[in-house]
């Protein structure tokens, strides 16, 4: 006879749906909509409260925003190196583009 334990590890698990953020976000943009001039003089508010915070999280954007850019700059750079040399290599490709 089989034994219960075996029938069961045998099984396959049925997986329900994952959770969706649908939901929750369709919920907040309803909010947000209702509500924008009361989120806008809490903003406003939270920032005269918290002034040299709110300069602080600018300062750190600010700074995250121009490494990318940096990032994104020295990519753009090695691919254009990349091609120049690609087109060196194979003139004969290249004439043929």
């Keep these: 006879m ?3 334990s075996e029938e069961a590890a045998g099984a396959p698990k049925t997986l329900g749906e994952p959770p969706s953020g649908d939901d929750a976000s369709e919920k907040r943009r309803e909010y947000v909509a209702a509500n924008r001039d009361r989120i806008r ?3 406003r508010l939270w920032r005269s409260e918290h002034l040299d915070r709110a300069r602080e999280l600018n300062r750190d954007s600010m700074r995250r925003a121009a490494a990318r850019r940096y990032r994104e700059a ?7 190196e990349r091609a120049k040399r690609w087109r060196m290599e194979h003139p004969e490709r290249r004439r043929a583009y």
């Design 2 to 4: 089989n034994d219960p």
């Design 41 to 43: 003089e809490l903003n």
């Design 74 to 80: 020295e990519v753009r750079a090695r691919g254009r």
